[in-house]
């Protein structure tokens, strides 16, 4: 039996629309399924628990929605059940499916998961500061303290990301917010310390951001070495003097790679502590609001099962 998480509202309404043609899908081959639609923040989080949290036998649970919806998924499960997770993208950013070349089309995902599906384990990662939601936070594709992290605030708080997403748009929301936040933002000094041993220091950090997968905010490329597979996490540091030389290394990011140049330094390791002289905006997977200083982020390697 399948069982599936919707969020309807995901991409301004697309998540609706995936799910209908995924139903007429499972309904013309007879399948049987059950499925929990989402209605407020949380929601995913509370169904994946209560699917997963006794859970003896080998359950497959499908996430219809974007990046948000999936972490929420993630965060619920009780990862000692032995469950696997599917996805069919239908956010406006689907940087995880992106990473994984998954098909947007909900007939051709479901079509791919019964008919010849292909699992793998994958790492995810752990993201802890602070109290209360914020501490001890699973992710799958990219946790970050700054720049990044204030846009996708920003976007949770803003009427402008459905608009564009009704429009098919919803990427342009990130590139539009960006820009408002890169006028904004102050950079800080900060440090950073790898598998507890090798600290390094920055003086005028912009934002930095540990990756599973390579994609974040809409398909800005900030870890193009990062491998879900290898039990590491990529770290990204964007620090400058001038925020005015690095608006084209962004801009590069959208359309190939963030490259490692002046002002942008990457890192591999299995876990960081980073630490920020003021607070600023932490996400997980694009999901936050909290602010901290420091933050600690993990991987774990290849102790998540999904579908392909």
């Not at 619920?76 to 098909?103: H, Q, R, T, W, Y």
């Not at 079509?111 to 010849?116: G, Q, T």
């Not at 990427?171 to 600290?199: A, C, H, N, Q, W």
């Not at 290898?230 to 959208?254: H, N, Q, T, Y």
Request: glycine share 10%; aromatic share 8%; hydrophobic share 35%.
């Amino acid at each position: 039996m399948l069982y599936f998480i919707v969020n309807p509202n995901a991409g301004a309404g697309r998540g609706l629309r995936v799910w209908n043609q995924t139903q007429k899908y499972l309904q013309k081959r007879h399948e049987v399924y059950d499925a929990f639609f989402t209605t407020a923040q949380g929601d995913a989080r509370k169904k994946a628990k209560e699917l997963t949290e006794a859970c003896r036998e080998e359950r497959c649970i499908i996430t219809v929605g974007g990046d948000g919806t999936l972490n929420e998924v993630l965060d619920g499960m009780n990862l000692e059940c032995p469950a696997v997770l599917g996805f069919i993208p239908a956010g406006s950013g689907n940087d995880f499916g992106k990473s994984l070349k998954l098909p947007r089309q909900g007939k051709k995902m479901i079509s791919r998961i019964l008919s010849n599906p292909c699992m793998e384990c994958i790492d995810y990662g752990i993201m802890s500061c602070g109290e209360g939601e914020c501490r001890n936070r699973r992710f799958l594709v990219s946790s970050g303290i700054g720049f990044d992290a204030a846009v996708c605030r920003d976007l949770l708080n803003s009427r402008v990301k459905d608009g564009l997403n009704r429009m098919s748009l919803g990427r342009l929301s990130y590139f539009l917010m960006g820009i408002r936040e890169y006028i904004f933002t102050k950079p800080t000094r900060g440090y950073i310390v790898l598998d507890g041993e090798r600290r390094i220091e920055f003086n005028h950090i912009l934002f930095i951001s540990a990756h599973i997968h390579p994609y974040e905010g809409g398909g800005y490329r900030f870890a193009p070495h990062a491998d879900p597979k290898d039990g590491k996490l990529e770290i990204c540091v964007v620090s400058s003097r001038s925020k005015l030389k690095l608006f084209p290394l962004l801009l590069r990011a959208k359309r190939k790679n963030l490259c490692a140049c002046g002002g942008v330094r990457f890192f591999a390791c299995r876990e960081a502590h980073i630490h920020t002289d003021r607070p600023l905006a932490v996400h997980t997977d694009g999901e936050g609001g909290c602010s901290e200083t420091d933050i600690d982020v993990r991987c774990v390697e290849r102790q998540l099962r999904i579908l392909k």
